[in-house]
T-cell receptor, first 108, second 113 residues
Framework: KNEVEQSPQNLTAQEGEFITINCSYS?????LHWLQQHPGGGIVSLFMLSSGKKKHGRLIATINIQEKHSSLHITASHPRDSAVYIC??????????FGAGTILRVKS | NAGVTQTPKFQVLKTGQSMTLQCAQD?????MSWYRQDPGMGLRLIHY???????DQGEVPNGYNVSRSTTEDFPLRLLSAAPSQTSVYFC????????????FGPGTRLLVL
């Protein structure tokens, strides 16, 4: 079983919809990272969480340490949000273990 | 700041050839790492370094070598390329320690024939 599981693997939404991507992990962690990868592009860090909730613009990330679960929400989705969203957990030091990613497509 | 840079962007190799993927960062980060990304799989750690002169193996180190002679540079060497090494390679850097944002390079797409 993978240490980091993301769901769904693929997601298609209409512009304006509220989107949720889930991440579950099986190990103790010091932090959880959400990353974004655009088609053919590099990878950028969106959030790093060790507890609670963070918000940046239309993006919200939450984490429940006891349940070993995190969610990434996108409010009022837009076609430019189309990308791969990657969850990664930090077990110790700087080393990350990555989920397989969620491919999001937002249609106009 | 240029951030994390990688060269080349794309490379085609024949089986058995060797090559070096370059990675450099200008943020004075102690921690640098190499990942490979394959379809349907998460990024996997190849090698990492916590400072100049210090390197260690990650999850999939076989067939790759690294060195860290300076804080800025962390090259990845393929000793004898194999088709199984066809992948997209990302270099990343961060300050050393827990809960540090990692910065990724643009990636190198490698095709081994």
């Amino acid at each position: 079983k993978n240490e980091v599981e993301q769901s769904p693997q693929n997601l298609t939404a209409q512009e304006g919809e509220f989107i949720t991507i889930n991440c579950s992990y099986s190990v103790g962690i010091s932090a959880l990272h959400w990353l974004q990868q655009h088609p053919g592009g590099g990878i950028v860090s969106l959030f790093m969480l060790s507890s609670g909730k963070k918000k940046h613009g239309r993006l919200i990330a939450t984490i429940n340490i006891q349940e070993k679960h995190s969610s990434l929400h996108i409010t009022a989705s837009h076609p430019r949000d189309s990308a791969v969203y990657i969850c990664a957990v930090e077990e110790y030091g700087n080393k990350l273990v990555f989920g397989a990613g969620t491919i999001l497509r937002v249609k106009s | 700041n240029a951030g994390v840079t990688q060269t080349p962007k794309f490379q085609v190799l024949k089986t058995g050839q060797s090559m070096t993927l370059q990675c450099a960062q200008d943020m004075n980060h102690e921690y640098m790492s190499w990942y490979r990304q394959d379809p349907g799989m998460g990024l996997r750690l190849i090698h990492y370094s916590v400072g100049a002169g210090i390197t260690d193996q990650g999850e999939v180190p076989n067939g790759y070598n690294v060195s860290r002679s300076t804080t800025e540079d962390f090259p990845l060497r393929l000793l004898s390329a194999a088709p199984s090494q066809t992948s997209v390679y990302f270099c990343a850097s961060s300050y050393y320690g827990s809960q540090e944002t990692q910065y990724f390079g643009p990636g190198t797409r490698l095709l081994v024939l």
